[in-house]
């Protein structure tokens, strides 16, 4: 089982920043790929950014490139998300998310979520 605690949200003007944590707390050792997923009011859950922990490789979504970044300690089983220039379009529940092979939401919805952590941009 892998358990996962986001913390971080909160609201922030557009253009503002804001640093989304996830604790991993797993008893098996089957989450080499931990990222974030969104969702927006009306609409689908999107896989944003993934990293994958044995080699540090990452993937991060168009519509957010440039502005989010992850990036993880293992020391700490913490995967961060740093997000910059928000723009109200951002605003969504974000979701920490983790698998044994992918979890960029790319080919398959990730087997592990967190509870969410609510992100608010206003302009």
């Given at each position: 089982?892998?358990q996962?605690v986001e913390?971080?949200?909160?609201?922030?003007?557009a253009?503002?920043?804001?640093?989304?944590s996830?604790?991993?707390?797993e008893?098996l050792?089957?989450s080499n790929c931990v990222?974030?997923?969104?969702?927006?009011p009306?609409k689908?859950r999107?896989?944003?950014?993934?990293i994958?922990?044995s080699g540090g490789?990452?993937y991060?979504d168009?519509s957010?490139k440039?502005?989010?970044t992850i990036?993880?300690d293992n020391?700490?089983?913490?995967?961060?998300?740093?997000?910059?220039?928000?723009?109200p379009?951002?605003?969504a529940?974000?979701?920490?998310v983790a698998?044994?092979t992918?979890?960029s939401?790319?080919?398959?919805?990730?087997t592990?979520w967190?509870?969410?952590t609510?992100?608010?941009v206003?302009?």
């Open positions: 089982q892998v996962l913390s971080g949200g909160g609201s922030v003007q253009g503002g920043s804001l640093k989304l996830c604790a991993v707390l008893r050792y089957n990222g974030w997923f969104r969702q927006a009306g689908e999107e896989g944003i950014a993934a994958y922990r490789s990452t991060t168009d957010v440039g502005r989010f990036s993880q020391a700490l089983s913490m995967v961060y998300l740093q997000m910059n220039s928000l723009k379009e951002d605003t529940m974000y979701y920490c698998d044994a992918d979890c939401g790319r080919y398959r919805a990730p592990y967190g509870q969410g609510q992100v608010t206003s302009l």
